[in-house]
């Protein structure tokens, strides 16, 4: 299922005129949720199921570390990882993703699991009280998808690859890195009716910056020193990140 969008819908936010509009998290996911890369991690197992090598990951791989190297912007080389698989099918990416997930969980069992404990935490807190949780990040469905089931995420937003005859062309609608999370963020507390002062943002680098500003409160994850520094001047909580982070197993 490409389901990149919307994972599962939450419903209807205006259903019950009585009920007082809901609150949401907006969680970054790549070392905010896992202790992991996505992209490039699916990219490198992507590549094992086809027989490839791991010269060919490096080569593949070396070209992205170059380009963010030479401070080629973040969604710019967004755009260039998603060229690598211009020609793939939907259908066969989407199981690959299952597969990653399930290789991820095996691999991270003896550091104590794939995901973060204190920002699973707090999802889980948030699924408690009610809110709408939703996931934004620059992966896409391959990734997303199993990890947005297996954290009951009520939607999860990425990069949108363009895809034609059921193949990706290997360019996207927009990289969802940077401002183009502020304003997904945005749009969804616009269009589903959220109570702005009950939406929290989280997320570990600088390029989260624009998410965290537009939600009504923020966390950071990590010690990214840009983020720090608005964490001290906004009176935003800081949670470890790696390495520090305690990581978990759900």
Same mark, same amino acid.
């Given at each position: 299922?490409?389901?990149?969008?919307?994972?599962?819908?939450?419903?209807?936010?205006?259903?019950?005129?009585?009920?007082?509009?809901?609150?949401?998290?907006?969680?970054?996911?790549?070392?905010?949720?896992?202790?992991?890369?996505?992209?490039?991690?699916?990219?490198?197992?992507?590549?094992?199921?086809?027989?490839?090598?791991?010269?060919?990951?490096?080569?593949?791989?070396?070209?992205?570390?170059?380009?963010?190297?030479?401070?080629?912007?973040?969604?710019?080389?967004?755009?260039?990882?998603?060229?690598?698989?211009?020609?793939?099918?939907?259908?066969?990416?989407?199981?690959?993703?299952?597969?990653?997930?399930?290789?991820?969980?095996?691999?991270?069992?003896?550091?104590?699991?794939?995901?973060?404990?204190?920002?699973?935490?707090?999802?889980?807190?948030?699924?408690?009280?009610?809110?709408?949780?939703? /996931?934004?990040?620059?992966?896409?469905? &391959?990734?997303?998808?199993? +990890? %947005?089931? =297996?954290? !009951?995420?009520?939607?999860?937003? #990425?990069?949108?690859?363009?895809?034609?005859?059921?193949?990706?062309?290997?360019?996207? /609608?927009?990289?969802?890195?940077?401002? &183009?999370?502020?304003?997904? +963020? %945005?749009? =969804?507390? !616009?269009?589903?009716?959220?109570? #702005?002062?009950?939406?929290?943002?989280?997320?570990?680098?600088?390029?989260?910056?624009?998410?965290?500003?537009?939600?009504?409160? &923020?966390?950071?994850?990590?010690?990214?020193?840009?983020? !720090?520094?608005?964490?001290?001047?906004?009176?935003?909580?800081?949670?470890?990140?790696?390495?520090?982070?305690?990581?978990?197993?759900?």
């Amino acid at each position: 299922m490409f389901a990149t969008e919307v994972t599962r819908h939450a419903g209807d936010a205006a259903a019950g005129a009585a009920e007082p509009p809901p609150g949401a998290a907006f969680f970054d996911v790549d070392e905010t949720l896992i202790g992991v890369k996505s992209m490039f991690r699916f990219l490198g197992h992507y590549l094992r199921l086809r027989g490839e090598s791991q010269q060919v990951y490096e080569r593949l791989t070396g070209q992205l570390r170059r380009e963010a190297a030479a401070g080629v912007p973040r969604e710019h080389v967004n755009r260039s990882y998603y060229r690598l698989f211009a020609g793939q099918p939907v259908e066969r990416l989407a199981r690959a993703g299952r597969d990653w997930y399930r290789w991820e969980q095996r691999e991270a069992a003896a550091d104590g699991g794939l995901f973060l404990a204190g920002p699973v935490d707090e999802l889980r807190r948030h699924q408690r009280r009610g809110d709408v949780v939703h /996931l934004l990040s620059g992966s896409f469905f &391959a990734c997303l998808d199993p +990890l %947005a089931e =297996a954290l !009951g995420a009520d939607a999860a937003l #990425g990069t949108r690859p363009v895809v034609r005859r059921g193949e990706l062309t290997g360019e996207v /609608l927009r990289p969802m890195i940077g401002a &183009a999370k502020g304003r997904a +963020l %945005a749009l =969804a507390v !616009g269009l589903r009716g959220y109570d #702005g002062a009950r939406c929290h943002a989280y997320g570990d680098h600088a390029s989260d910056l624009p998410m965290l500003a537009a939600a009504g409160s &923020a966390t950071v994850v990590g010690d990214d020193p840009v983020l !720090g520094e608005e964490a001290r001047r906004r009176g935003w909580r800081v949670l470890p990140g790696l390495p520090a982070a305690a990581r978990t197993a759900l």
